[in-house]
């Protein structure tokens, strides 16, 4: 079954700065992968999402690219805050229509003001 | 929009009670919704996917005796935790599926239930 590996499990960076979090995935069908915000103790937020025939997508400070050939995808946020402090989850997503998500175990990232 | 509620919030509850949470979607109907359960400071751990007037599908480990899920509507879908014991402890949240260009999932705001 498709599995996500998504690293680092947990990132600190200076406010500013800028912040990577990487995903893996293994199934060469997955089509669809959102990324999510969860603070604590609220629900998982969709904060961007990437087909699989697009390879860069950009919204304000964060940006998601694609690499299908490498199976691997990954978030970027510029000019960090100390409110993007939260857990990012990656997802990965297959099957048609009613394809289940996959998530990886999440990034807690700190932003230090 | 894309806003889905859940309710209730939190619940505390005896051992061996029932316990009932309703998931709905506010402002659209939902193709598919799907319930997870997480465990603190971990993922997000798919139990069942749901669609209405069809039974749901669990995934494997999880008792679908146990956690019953009814999808009575494009809007609504409960999940009873039945005979409820202090392992069953945890945050539930739902989601539901919108179709814009493919499937997007939305969550609600999660029930955290404390069984004693």
Known sequence: ?113 | GAVVSQHPSWVICKSGTSVKIECRSLDFQATTMFWYRQFPKQSLMLMATSNEGSKATYEQGVEKDKFLINHASLTLSTLTVTSAHPEDSSFYICSAGKLVGGETQYFGPGTRLLVL
């Open chain 1, 1 to 113: 079954g498709e599995n996500v590996e998504q690293h680092p499990s947990t990132l600190s960076v200076q406010e500013g700065d800028s912040a990577v979090i990487k995903c893996t995935y293994s199934d060469s069908a997955s089509n669809y992968f959102p990324w999510y915000k969860q603070e604590l103790g609220k629900r998982p937020q969709l904060i961007i999402d990437i087909r699989s025939n697009v390879g860069e997508k950009k919204d304000q400070r964060i940006a998601v690219t694609l690499n299908k050939t490498a199976k691997h995808f990954s978030l970027h946020i510029t000019e960090t805050q100390p409110e993007d402090s939260a857990v990012y989850f990656c997802a990965s997503h297959y099957g048609g229509s009613q394809g289940n998500l996959i998530f990886g175990k999440g990034t807690k990232l700190s932003v230090k003001p």
